[in-house]
Each structure stands twice: as C-alpha cells, then as structure tokens.
C-alpha cells in the first residue's frame, strides 16, 4: 500500500497537528484568495493606527500607519494567553501586558518578551500573512 502521508520525512505529530490545525483555520478566516502558505485578511478589516485579531489562527495584524501593515503572533509572551484587543497597543488582559503595534516588543510588563513577528505581503486590497 502506498504511503498516503503528505509530510515531510521527519515531521513530528505535534507538527503535523499544528500545521493541519492552521490551514483549517486560514481557509476559515479567509475564504478567497487564501494560498496554502498562510492567511489571507483583507487589508480594510485591518484599522490604521489599531489592529485586528485574528483568534483562531493565534495572529495578530495592526497597521501603525497608513498602509504599513505588521503581523505578530497572539499569544502573549509571559504566560501564552490569546491577546484581548488592539488599541494603541496589542494588549493581553490576562496581566495587562501591552505590546507595540509596530514591532511586537514590550510596552508594559510583565511580560519580556516581545510577540514574534510573522511575514505580511500585500496584493491589492489583501494581506498574505505567514
């Protein structure tokens, strides 16, 4: 019987799961124009000087400015609770920790850590995030 399995040599389960879990959520929060990289978010749903959250992909998109636009993990760094909301700042509720819009890195503790930055490329009116 021939091997049906679409992963690389080497990948673990956790990977896989993770890896199969984010598709379905791209395809979800995405709908057209998504590709098997990453996310597709249209760039009105993104406010300047705010951001949005994109819960079930764990990704956080902002635009500092007009038409600058950053993506960042959601989970908080200090203990990876899902980021409440995006004002000036990508902020966690858990313990109140606030995050720059532009960068990921700490405005105010306790977390240290900033949020790790994903890739986004923008085509017309739509953000490919990775």
Excluded: Y
């Amino acid at each position: 019987m021939p091997d049906q399995t679409p992963f690389e040599p080497g990948t673990t389960r956790r990977t896989a799961i993770v890896a199969g879990g984010m598709g379905v959520s791209g395809l979800a929060l995405s709908g057209c124009g998504s590709d098997d990289t990453g996310l597709s978010v249209p760039t009105a749903d993104v406010p300047e000087g705010g951001g949005t959250i994109l819960k079930d992909a764990k990704i956080v998109v902002t635009q500092p400015s007009a038409g600058q636009f950053k993506a960042f993990s959601a989970v908080c760094t200090h203990q990876q609770c899902v980021v409440s909301d995006v004002t000036d700042t990508i902020n966690c509720a858990c313990h109140n920790s606030a995050f720059s819009i532009t960068d990921g890195s700490v405005v105010n503790g306790p977390a240290t850590s900033p949020l790790p930055a994903k890739t986004v490329a923008v085509s017309g009116d739509q953000l490919s995030i990775s």
